[in-house]
Each structure stands twice: as C-alpha cells, then as structure tokens.
C-alpha cells in the first residue's frame, strides 16, 4: 500500500511555469511505476505523463510533450511533474497514481494503469 500526496498547484498566468510534486509514504516507492493524469471540469480524467522505477522510460501525452517533464527522486520517494509553457488549456486538477509494476506497461497511458491515486492539487492557467 502506497499513499500519494500532491503539492504546488496554483493560479498562474499563460506561458508560465510551476512543478508539481508527489510524496509517497512507504519504503518501496522505487518499486512503482508513477503517472500524472489530470482531469478538468466536465472532462474524463487524461494521461499526462508516466515514469518506470528507474527513470528510463518516461511516456508522455502528446498535448505535454515539449513542455511537461515528469521525474523522480526514489531517495526521496517522490515525483515530479515540471511544467513550462503553460497554456489555458492546462487547468485542471492534477493527479498521480503509482502501480504495482516497476515497469511502465500497456496500460500506462490509461487510468486503469494505477493501483494508488493521491487527493489532487489545482492547477490554473490564466489567459
């Protein structure tokens, strides 16, 4: 069992930049694959990026890709989600979830991917 804590959401204007960051409790973090997803009013909840234990293989959605960079500290036991260039079309709230699995695997990209999901945290872009 793994539980997630979100931090950094905030107001912020077009073109600007925050990083996001998720603590994890427990002492295997570095057994999880971990993802951000986020999820804006009205809309289903969409994959933004995804990290396997060791940091080599690092998906991302295409709408990020270019801006969002996700990584992680396992001597820490948390991951980051860093975001530049940020777009209106960016709000939302932001979550990350980690999986049973070392490995990113096929599901990765999709909420029935992760076992763990944190509370939340808001992000808003302003025009």
């Known amino acids: 069992q793994v539980q997630l804590v979100e931090s950094g959401g905030r107001l912020v204007q077009a073109g600007g930049s925050l990083r996001l960051s998720c603590a994890a409790s427990g002492r295997t973090f570095s057994s999880y694959a971990m993802g951000w997803f986020r999820q804006a009013p009205g809309k289903e909840r969409e994959f933004v990026g995804g990290?396997?234990?060791?940091?080599?293989?690092?998906y991302y959605a295409e709408s990020v890709k270019g801006r969002f960079t996700i990584s992680r500290d396992n001597a820490m036991n948390t991951v980051y989600l860093q975001m530049n260039s940020l777009k209106p079309e960016d709000t939302a709230v932001y979550y990350c979830?980690?999986?049973?699995?070392?490995?990113?695997?096929?599901?990765?990209?999709?909420?029935?991917?992760?076992?763990?999901w944190g509370q939340g945290t808001q992000v808003t872009v302003s025009s």
């Open positions: 979830a980690a999986a049973n699995t070392p490995h990113l695997s096929h599901t990765a990209t999709t909420p029935r991917g992760y076992d763990y």
């Open positions: 990290i396997s234990w060791s940091s080599s293989s690092r």
